[in-house]
């Protein structure tokens, strides 16, 4: 059973692009920052999430208050590479081709929708839950900006 100080480091351990000039590379923390947001104002109420306007809208509010300025935002790359780390899960379209999609469009075209270990998603539920992963999240990718996550989260 994967209980909460597990997903707690998964989401602290996030497998995250780096280079020495540009630094990292933030779209999977913003990308589960902006998936927790919507869970937690109902949007997401099953656990399907799908490359909505909300979220493609929630994930560039968050990526221009704290990404990476030295990377260009875009919701399909954490998307489909999220996948890798071991609790996200695409369900892939009949016609979808193996190829990692490059622009949104082509992420709407090649996949119904990802889904969270239903342990993950049942503590996503839970507003004590959330704001442990949270809390992993903001100290290991933007201990630098909480000021500016706490301007932009509207979780409480």
């Avoid at 998936?35 to 997401?44: E, S």
């Avoid at 790359?77 to 622009?103: A, C, I, V």
């Avoid at 709407?108 to 839950?129: G, I, P, R, T």
Wanted: proline residues 3%.
């Amino acid at each position: 059973m994967k209980n909460l100080a597990y997903y707690c480091k998964r989401f602290a351990e996030l497998n995250v692009s780096s280079s020495r000039k540009r630094g990292n590379a933030q779209y999977k923390p913003i990308l589960l920052l902006s998936v927790i947001d919507l869970i937690a104002r109902g949007v997401i109420t099953t656990n399907e999430i799908r490359v909505s306007d909300e979220l493609v809208q929630i994930f560039e509010r968050y990526w221009n208050v704290i990404g990476s300025p030295s990377y260009k935002g875009g919701l399909h790359y954490p998307f489909f590479h999220m996948q890798n780390e071991g609790f996200w899960y695409l369900k892939f379209k009949p016609e979808f081709n193996g190829l990692q999609p490059k622009t949104i469009n082509k992420l709407k075209e090649a996949v119904e929708y990802a889904y969270l270990d239903s342990e993950l998603f049942n503590f996503l539920q839970d507003e004590f839950c959330r704001k442990e992963l949270i809390d992993a999240l903001v100290a290991a990718f933007f201990s630098d900006n909480e000021n500016d996550l706490e301007a932009i989260l509207q979780i409480n």
